[in-house]
């Protein structure tokens, strides 16, 4: 199993739930997205997912055996600040990120990410290998849809049990990190 | 041989498997959910709760859960798409959906259909829903190839397929510990608490049998499925598949 697959899993779904839901409340349409899939990397930092854009839904996968339509590579603090507003033309001018592919499906893209209402900065910043054990608490705690709202010790003992049951050697990192 | 298939180790005639697992079911049903929360500690729960959080389904979408046994996926699909959707609860076998119907009303859940049926032939029209699962079901399954292609046909594009079952786990320390278990600790438990150890030794050699997660993510794609991908819960013991038609 790869490092932090799960770790990664955990924020995909959670990526996945708030595209959706903008679309669902009829915030953003993707209708001309659909049928396109979109590569997405953060080239300083093990991201690398894939946007599926299907009949007005997302799916945000960790890998396709397809090839994409549009390629995006960028490093996490271009990506940052595109989440505040930089212009996604004059990054591309300054050679800072990298798309290979349709430039107005890029830019749909990114219109998308800045709409969602999780906060990728967070994921993408806060990220080194050290602290992902740390993060398995925080942040799933945080975005984790089945306990999103739970500030109590209960839930905090069942994230650690959570975290034992569905992935073992890991627990030891987040036993550790959480003492 | 031709014409014969897996039955746990036994090798028996393809067109018996059926019925033989059917015979596992009756006997188990009653005690099902009990001998699940004993034999995966619970896990078995936080599995099925990935699961749901993996399925991008929304209110108002139609979902069906094959082999949906006593209903645990088909309470929490309920939630997530509201009044306006539908949750269609199904299995092959009678006793189990039984359980699944008292597990429902035990529990306060209304406005899931039940529909007794073999994954291999859906009686639904093509296009017709957004999400399938089927957990800990395709392993039973006589033709999985089949059962992947019929779901495939009625999932409207969009839709997506959530196969959780168990799989292979890369670790070998863990394999040693799971083998043990499971050939001593599960058959033991399941004569002592179900007073039923031929069922629960056919549960643990059917897990042997079932294809590995590249093996069940390539069928999947011979489906048809134009995405799948897979992730590993508990170091592998058990995966999740999510399939994705275009
Ligand atoms: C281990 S139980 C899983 C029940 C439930 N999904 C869960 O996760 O708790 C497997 C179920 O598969 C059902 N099953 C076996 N073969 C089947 C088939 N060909 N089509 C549909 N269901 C089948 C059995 O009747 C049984 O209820």
Known sequence: ?179 | MENTTHFGFKQVATNDKQSLVRDVFNSVAGKYDLMNDVLSFGAHRLWKRYTIASSNVKDGDKVLDIAGGTGDLAIEFRKKVGDSGQVILSDINAAMLNEGRKNLINKGVFGVEFIQLNAEYLPFDNSTFDCVSIAFGLRNVTDKDQALKEVYRILKPGGCLLILEFSTTDSALLKKLYDFYSFNIIQKLGGIIADDEASYQYLAESIRKHPDQETLKGMVLDASFDFCEYHNLSGGIVALHKGIKV
């Not at chain 1, 209708?31 to 979109?38: H, R």
């Not at chain 1, 599926?52 to 397809?66: D, M, Q, Y």
């Not at chain 1, 033309?89 to 990410?113: C, F, N, P, W």
């Not at chain 1, 975005?143 to 905090?156: A, C, D, G």
Request: net charge negative; hydrophobic share 40%; proline share 3%.
């Open chain 1, 1 to 179: 199993m790869q490092p932090f697959a799960i770790f990664w899993h955990k924020q995909t779904i959670i990526l996945e739930q708030a595209l959706n839901r903008l679309i669902t409340n009829g915030e953003v349409g993707i209708s001309v997205l659909n049928g396109k899939t979109i590569g997405f990397s953060l080239q300083d930092l093990p991201l690398d997912v894939h946007f599926v854009c299907a009949n007005e839904r997302i799916f945000v996968l960790s890998a396709t055996n397809k090839p994409t339509d549009v390629d995006i590579k960028l490093k996490s603090m271009v990506f940052i600040s595109l989440l505040h507003g930089e212009d996604l033309t004059e990054l591309l001018r300054q050679d800072k990120i990298s798309i290979h592919g349709d430039v107005k499906t890029a830019q749909l893209l990114v219109d998308l990410l800045k709409e969602v209402d999780i906060d990728l900065e967070e994921i993408a910043s806060k990220y080194t290998g050290d602290i992902i054990a740390n993060q398995l608490g925080k942040l799933t705690k945080k975005f984790n849809p089945t306990n999103m709202e739970s500030n109590n010790p209960l839930e905090i003992i069942k994230d650690g049990l959570t975290a034992l049951l569905i992935n073992p050697i890991k627990f030891e990192q987040y036993k550790h990190k959480n003492s």
